[in-house]
T-cell receptor, first 113, second 111 residues
Framework: DGGITQSPKYLFRKEGQNVTLSCEQN?????MYWYRQDPGQGLRLIYY???????QKGDIAEGYSVSREKKESFPLTVTSAQKNPTAFYLC????????????FGSGTQLSVL | GEDVEQSLFLSVREGDSSVINCTYT??????LYWYKQEPGAGLQLLTY?????DMKQDQRLTVLLNKKDKHLSLRIADTQTGDSAIYFC???????????FGAGTTVTVRA
């Protein structure tokens, strides 16, 4: 079955540590996105990539980094510079330009120890 | 991103209709969406409407768009316990790959 897989489902970060969240899709989608979800707030865009080896900052990119070396993979690193990383992180993908076909993964809950 | 606002909570009796409202500010919005999120899960696209339409119906779901007032609503007929979830309104414009989301409306269906 085609879909988007995020791992791990739960992740804990120690002070000063970088952690990487995985997002893999086998839908042959061109564009991939990372969103952050906080309780009582809408989803906020962290980074997005419309093509391999290219990505753009979203609204809240500070303290995060991404790479897009393969079409199917878009990992997100939460660096130690992100002072409030506790949130639910959602990855999404779509065929380029077809925003009505945006598919989401099941999310990763990141918490700080 | 542009502002998208929606009320945070809605409680409805099983079998009644639910109406979730959303307002947005971007007059260049081209697509407007409704997503559903169940606990601990990602978002699932329920339906979407183009800005040149004023209504769309899909089984129990009816979307109404008032472009003049920048108001979008989602009506769920015959609400069931499985409809309990968070519902997000979102919009995007034709020249932007980004979606702007509201804070989500938590719908609770009571027996």
């Amino acid at each position: 079955d085609g879909g988007i897989t995020q791992s791990p489902k739960y992740l804990f970060r120690k002070e000063g540590q970088n952690v990487t969240l995985s997002c893999e899709q086998n839908l042959n989608h061109d564009a991939m996105y990372w969103y952050r979800q906080d309780p009582g707030q809408g989803l906020r865009l962290i980074y997005y990539s419309q093509i391999v080896n290219d990505f753009q900052k979203g609204d809240i990119a500070e303290g995060y980094s991404v790479s897009r070396e393969k079409k199917e993979s878009f990992p997100l690193t939460v660096t130690s510079a992100q002072k409030n990383p506790t949130a639910f992180y959602l990855c999404a993908s779509t065929v380029g330009g077809r925003r009505e076909k945006l598919f989401f993964g099941s999310g990763t809950q990141l918490s700080v120890l | 991103g542009e502002d998208v606002e929606q009320s945070l909570f809605l409680s409805v009796r099983e079998g009644d209709s639910s109406v979730i409202n959303c307002t947005y500010t971007d007059s260049s919005s081209t697509y407007l969406y409704w997503y559903k999120q169940e606990p601990g899960a990602g978002l699932q696209l329920l339906t979407y409407i183009f800005s040149n339409m004023d209504m769309k119906q899909d089984q129990r779901l009816t979307v109404l768009l008032n472009k003049k007032d920048k108001h979008l609503s989602l009506r769920i007929a015959d609400t069931q316990t499985g409809d309990s979830a968070i519902y997000f309104c979102a919009e995007s414009s034709s020249n932007d790959y980004k979606l702007s989301f509201g804070a989500g409306t938590t719908v609770t269906v009571r027996a």
